[in-house]
């Protein structure tokens, strides 16, 4: 009986020996002691042995099972680093699988950026509709019916007394009736002009701003402006404040910048004066302050509008503007 | 409004160069647009000598000339009668433009070649004989650039000017900003005018019937006039702000148009009926032949000029044919008024004529000015076109204009501008643009100004007026930088924005591109998105005025707008798409003139499911891949209770029937998914799959919870259980799902299904689902025991309700 099982034991060393593989070390360890392994067969059969035996019988052969089970996983274990050395691994130079973040469009960039901006010299953001009145987008800001100063926004018409916005100011006077000074806001948006060209869309994207206090004066808004600038492009960006014309401000200023392109030289895009229009500005008319109500003697206050897109165009060296609205993906991908 | 610079130079010395003026133009609010060399168009004119003259072979009348210029010689065909040889004249090579548009080429004249233009002072612009060629003095260097040999210089400024200053739209105007600009004087022409006695008194009347519309009409009368060209020099002024020279009488009238910004119009006396005007309003359906012989239809709110029979003019927009100036005209009306602004910029919008008269009235012209401009207009008639002046001036004024006088504070001016500016400051800049400080009153520690406004400055009116003036005279960019007191924060964004910002971040992270699409959009557009004829998405708000018919109505959904990029991108070789957009569309509401304008997020999935790669074959997207982005976009939002529901075949509209659903939130809808359907895809011309869901954001943020609050992570395991059941194909998975939730069972954690199987060896019309149970106790570690009996239950329960059976 003893015999047997020595002789089980070194017959299983000895194939173990020869064995030259993980997968041959597992196919003789399931012969011995698989389900129907030689020494699980042993163990089964003991009950044929005198009764007297059958005790060491067992013992013996379940020590002779760990025994194995020591060995073979030892076995297995020494082929693994074994195997690991050898082998070649992957080419890690494959792709990966595809994961892909979309694009946020270039707009929705500069328009967080702006608002960013804004937002953290203390401006609140407020939001408007964009079928307007005729009152909000035009008589309460001072543009009188009649008056050739509507031909400064060339505009799209739902019916006589109702516009597509033609800029988010609306909003202004919506919200000065709503609250009281101090007013501190900007105002991004869609807005509509019936105009069409390299340089025009007839939907486009403004953000406005207004701050109304006791105090406020042009060299405040000089101040914010030139602020804005600066974060928005550089440091060393330089504006001029330039004396213009819109009929809800007075005095109005347009602001330019020296072009980012050239550095005032002068060059296409600034269509060799060296300077570039950005935005609209200007100290809120009275008249304003009389159709919201408030005194007009105590309060004083600035507004200003940029264009989202000419913002965008510039940072990012855009010459045509319709690209925006076209949603080719080449174009989108790039943001 | 074009300006040059000599014309400018006759009423101030200029002591800036073009550069440097239109800069300081442009910093004083008069925007310079462009800067350009009057006598650009002179660059590739020389100054020829003709070498030889020899007759056409062709043509009697015509000559070949040998002329020559330093690289050669150039053959010139030419007909002048004054060409000979030895002699200089202008030379102009191929590609010349000459003022009057032509563009000059080589060509061949009756068989000989012309390789150039010999030219007169007329086509050149720089003469009115038409006889001949010019004839250069003799000391000139051929070869030599005509502009160079003859001194011609001069730029010409082009000014964008804003509504508010029609001052400005006259050379006089300018010069004035400049003169204030440099502190130099002005020089103003002799507008004075002596009568003796008042003749034209008996021979003319004017009658205002209309003074609303019109508050001043002045006239003079210059009788035996000559109607012919006018002198070069006026002519040449014309020529230098890109007017054409018509005839004396009309060149005058333009003349001091752009020289004082007062519009004039010239009648011929002797084609007035009766010899009187009558300024009234039109007859409501009246005719009227326009001088630029259109035929225009009148309505009552317009102003007409009349003589004593019929209309003669529209006031303020244009003459008629029937008063027009002709060769034979004798006797000349010259017409000075001030017109309303709102009457003329009305009528000038109803006919759709805009003229720079019009353009000059609807701004406001100096209500003074009209005497100044008549007496300049008929001196020089009478002094050009060899006419005698009618002594007395027509002088019909009803409504005299009284000047602004405006009071204005130091101190107010001083705080709103935030520079420092003494009394004596602020009054030696409004006089350097003729406003007149009256007084100066100490108000305290203030002081006010009175002032009275120049009357060319119809846009003065209340002190932020005249701060505006000052400063801009004192310079924007001399008003130091301050900042504004300003609160430490700012309030949070709104809900929607925040929401919008979220919605964003997420879709791209799923790998989605924002696209921005217009707002307005093909009036058939929600036909062809088969929406019903009763569906409120049905009446879209129309634009009056579209730039084109595909953005002639507002939307009522962003599908349309995601369609078309698709289209615009598959037709780009951009096969896959993944793209969504955030916006507004546009409900009208009954008895509301504004439009509803709720917030949309639209995500359209076309295309391959992954990009090509070597890990697999490439799958194209299916329903299951764009409903799983809107679960995962609605999970990662936190709302609870999602239900996806199947959509009545008659509501699915644009989606394909029986691969579309609702998308539901406990109760409420709050958007859709599904399969853009095959009929709507063909409208639109794809051809191939889109799937789609979109949220309204007013329905969606309310159901986002505002805060997230902890619960505390199981503390004991949890035992998993598996069914798989059989059931008729037409049973929705989610209703077993559900069902067994409903059962209540507190130890049931989750459902979750993860194998749905049809076809052998389940029997036809069935299918097999298969889904996990979890189980978990927070009391106590469960064991076997404690849940194989109720998963028993479960399962006999499941069977019963969806009459189903259990795998073989
Ligand atoms: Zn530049």
Redesign the pocket.
Known sequence: MENNLDQIHQQALNELEGAESIREIEDISIRYLGRKGVLTRFLRNISHLPADQRPMAGKKANELKKILDQAFRQASEKHQTQDAAGEQGIDVSLPGRCVTCGAMHPISLINEQICGIFSGLGFDIAEGREVESDYYNFEALNFPKDHPARDMQDTFFISDDTVLRTHTSPQQIRTMEKQAPPVRIILPGKVYRCDSDLTHTPMFHQVEGLLVDENISFGDLKGILTTFVHQMFDEQTSLRFRPSFFPFTEPSAEVDIL?I??RGR??R??SHT?WLEILGSGMVHPALYENVGYDAERYTGFAFGIGVERIAMLKYGIDDIRRFFENDMRFLAQF | MKVSLSWLEDYVDIKMDPAQLADALTMAGLEVEAVADRYGYLQSVLVGRIEAVDSHPNADKLKVCRVHIPNGQLTVVCGAPNVKAGMLAPLALAGTVLPDGSVLEKSVIRGQASEAMLCSDVELGLGTDPGGIMELEESLTPGDRLADALGLYDTVFELDLTPNRPDCLSVIGIAREIAAIQKTPLRYPDFSLEDKDNRIGKLASVTIEAPDHCPRYAARLVDAVKVKSSPFWLQDRLLSVGLRPINNIVDITNFVLMETGQPLHAFDFDRLAENRIVVRTARSGEKFFTLDQKERTLDADMLMICDGQKPVAVGGVMGGLNSEIETGTSRVLIESAYFSPVSIRKTSKKLGVSTEASHRFERGVDPEGTIRAVNRAARLTAELAGGTLVEGLIDEYPKPFKPAQVSVSVQRTRQLLGIELDPGHIKNLLESIEFEVDNIIADGDDHRLEVTAPTFRVDISIPEDLMEEVARLAGYNNIPITFPAMPAEARPPSRQLEVRRRLRQLMTGFGFSEVITYSFVHRLSSERLGLAATDPRRSQIPIVNPLAEDQAVMRTSLIPGLLETMRYNLTRQVKTLKIFEVGKIFIPRANQALPQEPEVLAVLWTGMRYEASWHGAQIPCDFFDIKGVAEGLLGALKIGGLRFTRMDDDACDYTRAGYCAWIMAGDSTVGRVGEIHPRIRDNFELKQSAYIFELELPHLIPLIPAAVSFKPIPKFPAIYRDITIIVDRAVEAQSILEAVKNMGETLVETVHLFAVFEGDPVAAGKKSISFRLTYRSGAKTLVDDDVNQLHKLITAKLLQAFNAGLPE
């Open positions: 072009c392109m050239c002068g060059c895009v600034c060296g």
